[in-house]
């Protein structure tokens, strides 16, 4: 194994200090400033502008859609990253193909909760107000970046109730979509990791890193054992936070 292919397999992403002294004032005011209204604000004027736009590419031709959409895939999967200035029309497209594919126009709170995700930030929602259909808004730009995107779910039937219905947005939007069960075999975890998206319960999840990281190959015992170690005791902390 190559020191470059070993550093790979072993690296450890340590997340950074805690801020002190003025570092930690800055953060603390600018945090401060991310929560007020003025920040919820702006969400709720581009989630009314989305749902608008949105309401207008719905009256348009299946495959006017389609092509739209296919040319903002191309945009951020180019790009690696979805740029601002073509966000909110990306998602606006994204809700019109969920109507002709699901029959299922978002509400401007989807789309305010999808822009919230994007945003990197926690989004609250009510039961019944539509947290599937906002999750798979989100799910459909961030997968068109290319980059890994698991959708974490509490238990096997959710992620596999979801990831069935939200299948023909995906596929319209041209995604793939999986989802982990407990019962799958190695291979068929593998070629499911390797769709665009991937539901999956949240301890399984855990569960294949830790698994690939100790069995990862080339890694003698020793090596074996501090990546399980480490990796254990941080991640096991992460899982139970969620």
């Known amino acids: ?96 193909a969920a109507w002709h594919s699901l029959g299922l126009l978002p509400y401007r709170e989807q789309f305010l909760a999808a822009l919230t995700l994007l945003d990197g ?23 068109w970046t290319g980059k890994p995107l698991h959708v974490l779910t509490s238990n096997e039937y959710l992620a596999g109730r979801d990831a069935l219905e939200l299948e023909p947005l995906y596929s319209f939007c041209n995604a793939t979509v999986g989802s982990i069960a407990p019962e799958m075999k190695g291979p068929e975890r593998a070629a499911t990791y390797a769709k665009d998206i991937v539901y999956t319960p949240a301890k399984d999840l855990l569960g294949d890193f ?3 990281r100790r069995l990862a190959p080339g890694i003698n015992i020793n090596e074996q054992l ?17």
Do not use: W
Request: aromatic content about 2%; overall charge positive.
């Open 1 to 96: 194994m190559t020191p470059s292919r070993k550093y790979r397999h072993l690296n450890i992403q340590i997340p950074p200090d805690v801020s002190s002294g003025p570092d930690a004032l800055l953060e603390h005011s600018l945090g401060f400033l991310r929560r007020r209204s003025v920040f919820a604000s702006r969400l709720h004027r581009q989630a009314k502008k989305i749902h608008e736009a949105s309401e207008l590419y719905r009256r348009t031709t299946k495959e006017e859609v389609r092509s739209q959409v296919e040319a903002c895939r191309i945009i951020v999967r180019r790009k690696g990253c979805i740029p601002r200035k073509h966000q909110g029309n990306a998602l606006a497209l994204v809700g019109a």
């Open 210 to 212: 830790l698994r690939d």
């Open 121 to 143: 930030k926690l989004a609250e929602m009510a039961t019944g107000e539509g947290k599937t259909l906002s999750t798979g808004l989100a799910a459909t730009l961030l997968a």
């Open 226 to 242: 501090l990546a399980r170690d480490r990796l254990s005791g941080d991640s096991d902390d992460e899982g139970v936070s969620k």
